[in-house]
């Protein structure tokens, strides 16, 4: 349902909508009408627009552009509470068509400029052909797309930042990749200002795919996020138009002379972040009929499951927007896992027992949840053993067995591989228990009494050899007199 009336331009040729942005609360609004003639032929301007709970209504005056044509509001970007807009004037004559990029802001009663023009590099750069506004209205990209540093109409894009007094750019030129890419007709920012999405609509080789490249925001210097994403064959012109996710991670690409479903009917694709590159997110979304243009103009929600796609050229160049949803229906799955121990999830926390209720939801390849249930098995090898000196009998049963020396290393003692375990010699002694696929070594076990053994007076009483054979000697040297019994047991 139409929310009020219709916004109509000032008056007839002014193009007014040629750009258009929008407040996050969907209560601001503004238009760009770059061939208005206020303050000259075609110098431009931009309205904004407020809605009063019943229509809209013009919030402050005209933002004219600065001199005759100047195209001012060609491109246009808002701050998400609506209350700084960026506006673009891509043939401004500071330095020849050089172009540039005036940033306003509502001081309570009009739109006043917030620092300086910020002027392109060289003549003949275009730039402020494509504007983007971070949330805060703090950041702003602007695509320069016939820069030459890197070759003839290469293109760039430059990110600046307020310091609080002016405009400062924001680390390196993001220039285009070779000459004739026009790199930075189309521009989007995330959120935060530390990731930018730019077109290049005739690069991606001699055949003009075109492609869209990412830039992220390391702390000193843009570096790619990930591959190219080119354009699906030669003239697709892929990238003449890009919208970004507020997150950074998803972003919507137009390309205009895709011929899939009839020639020049244009197309769009989305693409996300997995982590490691960008992977399409659903199907292609076509344009409906030949020479469509869909894609010219695209819009990606915050959360970026909801794209807005303009074809200027549907049913003989009426032109329509279709606005899709992404089906995003969860995926449901059970992660199951046997260990011998304790075990971290992919939730952070380490289960030290059996498990199978607990559940987490992360996102799958395509951005929708995946409700993962934890169906965890932990064999636990019972490795206590009974001490009957000089037996030693492991709990454990229908396990393998192997009995070791404590005293020399936890060395192997051949032959020691049943449950059971008898000492010859006084020792400290361990099995080691195999089962289930686990393996768990015992605490070691003292043996104190094979052979016979010492009487426990001490230097009173001493019996050697110990064991004996045969012979065995006895002395005593209590000085008391008397009848003493002695009993030796084998």
């Known amino acids: 349902m139409q929310r009020g009336i219709d916004i109509d331009g000032e008056w007839a040729g002014n193009e007014s909508g040629t750009s258009v942005s929008m407040s996050s609360d969907g209560n601001t609004v503004a238009i760009g009408a770059p061939y208005n003639q206020d303050n000259g032929t075609i110098s431009g301007h931009v309205r904004i627009y407020q809605w009063n709970g019943s229509g809209w209504l ?38 020849d068509s050089a172009g540039h990029v005036r940033i306003y802001q509502w001081n309570g009663n009009s739109w006043g400029q917030k620092g300086t023009d910020i002027d392109g590099e060289a003549s003949g750069d275009c730039s402020g052909w494509s504007v983007s506004m971070n949330s805060d209205g ?42 004739g890419d026009q790199s930075g007709f189309s521009v989007s920012m995330s959120s935060d200002g530390n990731t930018v999405a730019v077109g290049a609509p005739f690069g991606a080789g001699f055949g003009i795919a075109g492609h869209v490249r990412i830039y992220q925001w390391n702390g000193s210097v843009w570096s790619q996020k990930g591959n190219d994403i080119d354009g699906e064959r030669d003239h697709d012109q892929s990238g003449s138009s890009v919208s970004m996710s507020s997150d950074g991670n998803t972003v919507a690409i137009g390309a205009i002379w895709n011929n899939d479903s009839g020639v020049w009917a ?25 020479e ?30 279709r606005v899709f949803e992404f089906d995003c229906t969860p995926t449901i799955g059970t992660d199951i896992i046997t260990v011998c121990d304790s075990y971290t999830w992919i939730d952070g926390n380490t289960y030290t027992a059996n498990n199978n209720t607990t559940t987490d939801t992360i996102a799958n390849a395509v951005g929708c949840d ?34 070791v020396d404590c005293n020399n290393s936890y060395a192997v003692i051949t032959g020691a591989t049943n449950q059971s375990f008898t000492a010859t010699v006084n020792g400290s002694y361990a099995v080691i228990v195999s089962e289930s696929s686990c393996v768990d070594t015992s605490n070691c076990s003292n043996i104190i ?24 000697v006895i002395e005593y040297s209590n000085p008391k007199t008397g009848q003493y019994a002695i009993r030796i047991l084998d």
């Open 58 to 95: 013009q919030k402050g005056g005209d933002i004219d552009g600065e001199a005759a044509f100047d195209y001012s509001g060609y491109s246009v970007s808002m701050s998400s509470d609506g209350n700084t807009v960026a506006i673009g004037a891509y043939l401004n004559d500071s330095v």
């Open 266 to 290: 244009g197309h769009v694709r989305i693409y996300q972040w997995n982590g490691n590159g960008w992977v399409q997110k659903g199907d292609d979304i076509d344009g409906e009929a030949d």
């Open 370 to 403: 995946s409700v993962i249930t934890l169906d965890l098995t932990i064999n636990t090898v019972d490795i206590s053993v009974t001490n009957t000196s000089p037996t030693l009998t492991a709990s454990a049963s229908g396990a393998t067995y192997q009995w």
């Open 449 to 472: 009494n094979t052979g016979i053994l010492e009487s426990s007076l001490g230097s009173v009483l001493t019996v050697y050899p110990n064991p004996s054979i045969n012979k065995t």
């Open 292 to 321: 469509n243009f869909s894609g010219t103009s695209v819009s990606l929600s915050s959360n970026g499951n909801t794209v807005a796609i303009g074809a200027p050229w549907n049913a003989g160049t009426a032109g329509h927007v």
């Open 138 to 179: 703090n950041t702003v990209a602007i695509g320069a797309r016939l820069n030459d540093n890197v070759g003839t109409d290469a293109g760039h894009v430059r990110i600046y930042q307020w310091n609080g007094n002016v405009w400062v750019q924001k680390g390196n030129d993001i220039d285009g990749e070779t000459a």
